[in-house]
Nanobody, 116 residues
Framework: VQLQAFGGGLVQAGGSLQLTCKIS????????MAWYRQAPGKQREFVAL???????KYGESVKGRFTISRDNAGLTLGLQMKSLKPEDTAVYSC???????????WGQGTQVTVSS
């Protein structure tokens, strides 16, 4: 299983970015797909998750500003980020938790930098 995240970049505060994670390989259902982020010198932080059934959950700091999505085939995970703040600056990584095999899969991160 391979995950590849892209879409990061430099944006001004108040701006928007769309992150995408492409997933290849065999992932069983049910599963949970998620985004995490890690800022320099800080612990990894949960951003958002979406289940096979489309249920979502968001971290408190992004609630109302970020929207997570996935396609029906479970091959693409998205994160629409709006009203970005400098504190959103971090490396964003995608994760898949296969609930049949209990394996966790991680993609390489994509850098998001929000300037004030």
């Amino acid at each position: 299983v391979q995950l590849q995240a892209f879409g990061g970049g430099l944006v001004q505060a108040g701006g928007s970015l769309q992150l995408t994670c492409k997933i290849s390989g065999n992932i069983f259902s049910p599963n949970v797909m998620a985004w995490y982020r890690q800022a320099p010198g800080k612990q990894r932080e949960f951003v958002a998750l979406i289940t096979t059934h489309g249920d979502t959950k968001y971290g408190e700091s992004v609630k109302g500003r970020f929207t997570i999505s996935r396609d029906n085939a479970g091959l693409t995970l998205g994160l629409q980020m709006k009203s970005l703040k400098p504190e959103d600056t971090a490396v964003y990584s995608c994760n898949v938790h296969d609930l049949q095999t209990f394996n966790h899969y991680w993609g390489q991160g994509t850098q998001v930098t929000v300037s004030s």
